[in-house]
């Protein structure tokens, strides 16, 4: 009984700890000191890690002078509580994790107020990296998706750049819906490792990402380098979640998915899409891709 008592004061005092002020009297803020009982050191993210109810992807005053962040270096924690995230061009990526990756048992999110994509396996963080979605008029579109195509090498039928005769570019962000003028010959934009999750365009590629800036026309803008390493690992079927929420970081350890609220209108959800080459009913405009 002495034992039992001893056990439930210890855990008592470990929350106290972890769930306290991280404003010390000194004015600088400190990322939540985390103190570990024998054992309770597991892998970032994994299920028994005790952070209290801090939230590492939310921490106010990360930007205030003598900051510190008291997580262990890294860790996933430790990658989300530095103050330059989320508008960072740093990825993070668990790469034993993905090695067990599989359509079932993983889940991408791109977070669209964020900026960033997060890959789980096993509800579990395996890569966080940055991304730029669409710019206005040219929205990614929000709701319940699926890895449908994977192709190394991929190209736009529609973006790209119109060349003179010359071989000068002429326009570099040319729409080849509109018709290409006289003398002018289109060169579609390269969309390396690309990931489709509509038939009308819209997929995770490499391409220009700027932190925290939407760019794109559409797509999901992956940094180059990240691109490769991701298509390294993903798998056909594999979920998409795009979403205008942030993840939810809970007491455990693990970063739980959201669930989306902005959902594509009824009878056009793409998770019920074939995972099959594209259907022979091909829209006659040319759409973003």
Known sequence: MKKHLF???????????????????????VAPAVTYMPGML??????????????????????????????????????VASPEYPKTMKEYINEPLMRQLTAQN??????IPQQRARVYVNGRVGMDWPVSTGTNGHE??????????????????RY??????????????????????????????????WHRLTWDGVGVH????????????????????TAAKFFEYSAMGMPAYITRAVEDYYKGGAVKP?????????????TDMPITPKPAA???TPKVS
């Open 140 to 157: 990614t579109p929000t709701g319940v998706f699926r890895v449908i195509e994977k192709n190394k090498d991929h190209h736009s039928n």
């Open 282 to 284: 091909a829209p006659t």
């Open 106 to 111: 993983s889940k991408l999110i791109i977070c």
């Open 42 to 79: 597991l892998m970032p993210g994994a299920p028994g890690s005790v952070y209290g109810s801090i939230n590492p992807l939310n921490i106010s005053g990360k930007d205030q002078p003598g900051y510190v962040n008291a997580y262990p270096e890294g860790s996933y924690e430790h990658f």
């Open 7 to 29: 056990t439930v004061a210890a855990l008592a005092g470990l929350l106290m700890v972890s769930c306290s002020d991280t404003t010390p009297q000194g004015g600088a803020t």
């Open 160 to 193: 790209g750049k119109f060349v003179n005769a010359q071989g000068r570019t002429t326009n570099s962000n040319a729409d080849a819906s509109k018709g290409t003028p006289d003398g002018m010959t289109f060169r579609p934009a390269s969309m390396p490792n």
């Open 206 to 225: 490499g391409g220009k990402v700027i932190a925290g800036r939407r760019l794109s026309h559409g797509c999901i803008r992956t940094p180059y380098a």
């Open 258 to 270: 959201i669930d989306v609220k902005y959902r594509p209108k009824p009878g056009n959800d793409y």
